[in-house]
Nanobody, 125 residues
Framework: QVQLVESGGGLVQAGGSLRLTCTAS????????MGWFRQAPGQEREFVAA????????DYADSVKGRFTFSRDNAKNTVALQMHSLKPEDTAVYYC??????????????????WGQGTQVTVSS
């Protein structure tokens, strides 16, 4: 059983930066493919980024490519999402997700078994 806890959300002006962190406990962290998703009010939860078990491979939604960077530290059981050039449309609750099903780069919410509680990111214009 893996527990995921996100932190680092907050209020930032457009053009600013935030760094989200997700800390995992339980399980063998290096076995888990990880992902970030976000959900804006009235919208479905959407894929943001994914990272492989080693951290060498990453994938991003087109909307965040070039602005967000996903990284992981298996020694510390953490992943981080560094967000730059934030836009008002990035406003959402951001969720960390994990799965040990043997694949990485998954973009569907149904493909991840473990989820954090979410952290709010608000970008003002």
């Amino acid at each position: 059983q893996v527990q995921l806890v996100e932190s680092g959300g907050g209020l930032v002006q457009a053009g600013g930066s935030l760094r989200l962190t997700c800390t995992a406990s339980g399980g063998t962290f290096s076995r888990y493919a990880m992902g970030w998703f976000r959900q804006a009010p009235g919208q479905e939860r959407e894929f943001v980024a994914a990272i492989s078990w080693s951290g060498f491979n990453t994938d991003y939604a087109d909307s965040v490519k070039g602005r967000f960077t996903f990284s992981r530290d298996n020694a510390k059981n953490t992943v981080a999402l560094q967000m730059h050039s934030l836009k008002p449309e990035d406003t959402a609750v951001y969720y960390c997700a994990a799965d040990d099903g043997g694949e990485w780069g998954m973009t569907g919410t149904e493909q991840y078994f473990y989820w954090g509680q979410g952290t709010q990111v608000t970008v003002s214009s």
